[in-house]
């Protein structure tokens, strides 16, 4: 813990962004000088007042891992909202570098000298002008100004968000280099130093826009890059020569300035700028959607290597995680192709695709999906509904989903079949399971009872789950999604099909991804379902993109 006495700036200090979490007592800032670490900055005076500002006040900093003294109050009061950064989108402005310049030249002067000495020099001139660059017609070259740097977006395995570019929000490449010249031409000169191109590594899947929404590339593969913005050309040379010789050197070469304004072709050229929007679309096989708190993030652990943020409450995700699911041992040599990626998208809500809890931004990332996973919380008061809405927020944002391969998963079974009930009732304990056994044996028949309900209650949700949907669409299941346009979604080209119109799931599966309850038939549909759409035995790799 660190005391220290900080002269407090005011919130429209534009070197750091500072809330004010309580009225009474805490304060958060991030500040350019600790910008990995978010400091709690917790004042020791109890009313907030604006003059205070001004003052000095004693202060302390405690880590943010510190547990929180005053985090209790419900007073609190956001002074400056640190806008909300989208991993997944963002603006960004390059410039490609400007043309290195010309430069002005005098010839050398050829004309006969009286004097011994002086011809002497004149041959030795001519010999240099003789290894002067000279075009095949034997015009002379001069030289150039640079070529400024171009700008290169690529797609790099190694990128995972787009948040770095919130940090630095602009790109320039290098100028490409001028004419070092002493203004005599000379066999010495050379071309101005070409500028390197500045390659700009983001994250597979990125899709590189104008400012005009125009798709100028798709980075749908490692190393896949697009130029974006081009260096300027570098500015040429001229040629200054006294009247008299002009005619004569203009034989020589076409570079031989005329008037003044001759002087701005020394100039390079400027470097593109163009201000680029990056929209990052995951490039998963499956994609797992659900409301919040489902547990689509506990499914991933349970079936992938991948480690999600897992906690009892919705919008623990808030950017997908993605999982790599291995290989079915049963394919035997070939297990290895039947390997999958897996996004967890963050819950969807109602309005979703209106953009609600950030819905559109999640829901793009399905495009390149080609089975969906929907999993739904089967101890929830209406599963039915619960399901209902998450594909009413995909038919509303693109139909295209409502039509790709999907499987439902039932989840919390354990919950659901009356599991839990047994088990927080203390019957399965060695200890206490039989003194509770003889004195609650009611209440146990009655939990019986409930499991055997709960059961029930699953094959109904199957079948009534089975039931959205029509089964004479869902014979083909579509080989591979295709990636609309996202403009298409954009415009709320709304369909005109019910819920009921698209094809129904392939499989229901009831599960309990937290006890580990029937996982392996849930991974025997998902494989089945990752086969199914791309009609062979062996998952193939994502589609490419249109
Ligand atoms: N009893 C039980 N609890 C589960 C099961 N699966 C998940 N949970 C719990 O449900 C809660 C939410 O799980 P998450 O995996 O974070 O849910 P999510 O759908 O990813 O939630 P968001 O990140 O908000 O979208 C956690 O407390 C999990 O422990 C299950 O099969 N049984």
């Known amino acids: 813990m660190i005391m220290v006495s900080p002269i407090i700036s005011p919130p429209s200090s534009s070197s750091s962004t500072l809330h004010l979490h309580s009225f009474e007592s805490t304060f958060f800032f991030s ?7 978010n400091i709690r900055f917790q004042s020791r005076c109890n009313k907030f007042e604006k003059h205070r500002w001004k003052d000095a006040v004693r202060c302390r900093f405690i880590s943010s891992n510190a547990p929180s003294t005053s985090t209790s109050n419900s ?10 950064k989208y991993f997944d989108q963002v603006f960004i402005t390059v410039r490609a570098g400007d043309g290195g310049h010309g430069a002005i030249l005098n010839a050398p002067n ?15 001139k001519i010999k240099k002008k003789s290894s002067l660059k000279r075009d095949f017609d034997g015009s002379l070259i001069l030289p150039m100004g640079g070529h400024g740097g171009d700008v290169v977006i690529y797609a790099d395995e190694g990128k995972d968000t787009l948040l770095e570019f919130h940090n630095k929000g602009r790109y320039n490449a290098k100028r490409g280099g001028n004419v070092d010249a002493m203004g005599v031409l000379s066999s010495l000169l050379r071309n101005g130093i070409t500028a390197p191109t500045l390659r700009i590594p983001v994250p597979v899947g990125t899709v590189v826009k104008n400012k005009r929404g125009k798709t100028l590339a798709d980075l749908a593969q490692p190393g896949d890059e697009v130029l974006v913005a ?15 010789q002009k005619k004569r050197m203009m034989t020589l070469t076409t570079n031989v300035m005329r008037d003044e304004s001759d002087k701005v072709l020394v100039h390079g050229q400027p470097g593109e700028e163009i201000k680029l929007e990056l929209i990052l679309r995951v490039v ?3 994609g797992l959607v659900g409301l919040p708190n489902a547990g689509k993030s506990t499914l991933l652990a349970a079936i992938t290597l991948a480690k999600p943020d897992i906690a009892d409450y919705p919008f623990t995700t808030l950017m997908p995680n993605l999982g790599r699911l291995g290989g079915d041992p049963t394919l035997g040599a070939g297990m290895y192709s039947s390997e999958a ?3 967890d998208l963050p819950g969807l809500i109602e309005g979703a695709h209106l953009g609600k809890g950030l819905g559109r931004n999640f ?10 996973v929907h999993v739904v919380d089967a101890a929830a008061e209406n599963p039915i509904n619960d399901y209902r809405t998450v594909r009413e927020e995909l038919r509303m944002y693109n139909p295209e989903y409502l039509e790709r391969p999907y499987i439902v998963v039932l989840n919390k079974i354990d919950l659901s079949e009356g599991c839990a009930w047994i088990r927080s009732n203390g019957i399965l304990d060695p200890c206490t399971g039989p003194y509770l056994l003889r004195k609650g044996f009611l209440k146990f028949v009655f939990g019986l009872g409930e499991a055997a309900r709960a059961k029930n209650r699953l094959s109904s949700l199957s079948e009534e789950i089975m039931k959205i949907g029509n089964n004479s669409t869902a014979s083909e299941p579509k080989p591979s999604p295709e990636v609309p346009d996202e403009s298409s979604s954009d415009e709320g080209d709304l369909p005109e099909k019910a819920l009921e119109d698209y094809p129904p799931p392939l499989s229901v599966v009831g599960v309990s991804v937290l006890k580990g309850i029937k996982i392996k038939e849930m991974l025997k549909e998902i494989r089945a379902a990752l086969r199914k759409c791309t009609g062979s ?10």
Not at 230 to 244: A, D, F, N, T, Y
């Open 284 to 286: 998963a096989d499956v």
């Open 110 to 124: 050829t004309q006969r000298s009286p004097t011994k000495q002086d011809q002497k020099k004149d041959k030795d």
């Open 75 to 84: 007073n609190s009061m956001t002074l400056m909202k640190e806008p909300h």
């Open 341 to 343: 990626t897996l996004a």
């Open 31 to 37: 500040t350019p000088l600790l910008p990995q670490r």
């Open 537 to 546: 035995n062996e998952p193939s790799s994502v589609p490419p993109p249109p």
């Open 363 to 372: 829901l793009r990332h399905l495009r390149r999906t080609r089975v969906l």
């Open 230 to 244: 081009r260096g300027g050309q570098g500015g040429i040379s001229l040629l200054e020569v006294p009247q008299h």
